[in-house]
């Protein structure tokens, strides 16, 4: 699969489209189950709550690759992530309802840089705070 997005479609600004991604308790024992991260803390309330979180709290992987989807959803690529990297700010803390949690995630070309690249710096919110800080991420365009 190939990048939809031209070098030449971008300019440092753009910004590409937002998106809401909903995580429920079901959702993490399903990310546990496939990344074999069975930490307490995203699946078990009276534990988390033991070791002073406020709930179970997402895994910061899961956090971070959904993020990570306004880009490769904008490439039409995931490969043509070349790199990508985020720190770990706040936990999306996720209730046990029917509802669970919302990251909110925002994207724009922060930079041209050379080889037909691009950065692109990512913005993620949970229940009003930023969880993602320095969220970066290069992509290799056509």
């Given at each position: 699969?190939?990048?939809t997005?031209?070098?030449?479609?971008?300019?440092?600004?753009?910004?590409?489209?937002?998106?809401?991604?909903?995580?429920?308790?079901?959702?993490?024992?399903?990310?546990?189950?496939?990344?074999?991260?069975f930490n307490p803390i995203h699946?078990?309330?009276k534990?988390?709550?033991e070791v002073g979180l406020p709930d179970v709290i997402a895994h910061g992987m899961f956090t971070?690759?959904?993020?990570?989807?306004?880009?490769t959803d904008w490439t039409g690529d995931p490969a043509a992530v070349v790199e990508y990297g985020v720190r770990f700010t706040k936990p999306v803390v996720v209730p046990n309802d029917d509802?669970?949690?919302?990251?909110?995630?925002s994207a724009k070309v922060a930079a041209k840089l050379d080889d037909n690249r691009v950065r692109i710096d990512l913005t993620a919110m949970s229940a009003g705070q930023?969880?993602?800080?320095?969220?970066?991420?290069?992509?290799?365009?056509a």
């Open positions: 699969m190939a990048t997005i031209t070098y030449a479609d971008v300019e440092v600004g753009t910004e590409l489209p937002a998106q809401t991604f909903s995580v429920t308790r079901a959702t993490l024992v399903q990310y546990a189950g496939a990344s074999g991260d699946w078990n309330e534990f988390a709550v971070m690759a959904e993020a990570i989807r306004v880009v509802k669970g949690a919302e990251i909110a995630v930023k969880v993602l800080g320095m969220s970066r991420a290069v992509v290799q365009l």
